[in-house]
């Protein structure tokens, strides 16, 4: 019995041995990225108003609010601009901005076309509309990833000042004779 209890207390201490003689495992090394090129949008400043047509208006002569239709034809071309510092063009700042936004952009809006609003004015009031873009200011960052998974700055590609309401209307409405000047 006591030969069993020796043998097994040394074939105990040769397996605790042999665990200590395993190398320690090494955790594997970070996966390398693919390096690859993107593009960011970046939107600043606040949106700026242009018209395309003149005011007009029309008077409510019901005894409650009532909903107007007041057509202008438009009398002038807007386009959306592109100012390139890197390159691109006008349609590839548009494209990148409608992929990576929630905003859809026109290039132009030309004159000549009838564009109807319909304008809720109140009893006994004259309304007065205005035709009018909506332009918002977007900024095309082109970044590069590394092997080393980092994130890079690379430059501006450049500045799209986009169209991002074709039909946008100016209103106001008055019981004056002199009128209003409508406000986006």
């Known amino acids: 019995m006591k030969r069993a209890l ?3 207390a040394t074939s105990a201490a040769l397996v605790i041995g042999s665990l200590a003689m395993i190398p320690a495992m090494s955790t594997p090394a970070a996966a390398a990225c693919q390096p690859s090129t993107y593009y960011k949008v970046v939107k600043y400043g606040s949106p ?8 007009n208006s029309k ?23 592109w100012k390139a510092e890197a390159g ?11 992929a990576k936004t929630g905003y859809e952009v026109t290039k132009s809006v030309t004159k000549g076309v009838k564009v109807t609003n319909k ?5 006994k009031k004259r309304g007065y509309t205005r035709p009018m873009v909506e332009y918002r200011k977007f900024n095309i960052e082109k970044w590069r990833e590394g092997g080393d998974c980092k994130q890079y700055y690379v430059g501006s590609m450049g500045k799209l000042t986009g169209i991002t309401s074709s039909m946008h209307w100016a209103e106001c409405q008055t019981k004056s004779t002199n009128g209003c000047t409508p406000k986006p």
């Open 59 to 81: 008077y409510n002569s019901s005894s409650s609010k009532s909903t107007l239709s007041i057509s202008v034809t438009r009398s002038t071309t807007r386009s959306s601009t």
């Open 6 to 8: 020796g043998s097994t």
């Open 119 to 123: 304008m809720v004015v109140d009893s």
């Open 48 to 55: 700026t108003y242009k018209a395309t047509g003149p005011t």
């Open 88 to 98: 691109g063009s006008v349609s590839w700042g548009i494209g990148q901005v409608e």
